[in-house]
Nanobody, 129 residues
Framework: QVQLVESGGGLVQAGGSLRLSCAAS????????MGWFRQVPGKEREFVAA?????????????IYADSVKGRFAISRVNAGNTVSLQMNSLKAEDTAVYYC?????????????????WGQGTQVTVSS
């Protein structure tokens, strides 16, 4: 089992920044991929960013992003891979959502929800315009 706990959400003005963190505990493996998704009421949960283990590292080159956040958000892994962060800059009102982190045990940084095995409870991000 893997437990994921998100933190760092809150209220920010448009153009501002927030940094989300997701701490993994339990049966953790450095080779699994981690992703961030978000959801607003009445809409499907959507992919934001993911990072995989490749070539012996979680370098930025192993990250993928949704087009809507590319160039503004950055995903990274620290703490021997047990924490994944999402740095969100130049935030827009349309970024308002509950953000969820997820773990994919087969190691692939995919965009599909069904590929992820474990999920956190989510953290609210609200961007005021």
């Amino acid at each position: 089992q893997v437990q994921l706990v998100e933190s760092g959400g809150g209220l920010v003005q448009a153009g501002g920044s927030l940094r989300l963190s997701c701490a993994a505990s339990g049966r953790t493996f450095r080779s699994y991929a981690m992703g961030w998704f978000r959801q607003v009421p009445g809409k499907e949960r959507e992919f934001v960013a993911a990072i995989s283990w490749s070539g012996g590292s979680w370098s930025a080159g192993n990250a993928i992003y949704a087009d809507s956040v590319k160039g503004r958000f950055a995903i990274s892994r620290v703490n021997a891979g047990n924490t994944v962060s999402l740095q969100m800059n130049s935030l827009k009102a349309e970024d308002t959502a509950v953000y969820y982190c997820a773990a994919n045990l087969d190691g692939a940084a995919n965009t599909r929800l069904d590929d992820y095995d474990y999920w956190g409870q989510g953290t609210q991000v609200t961007v005021s315009s």
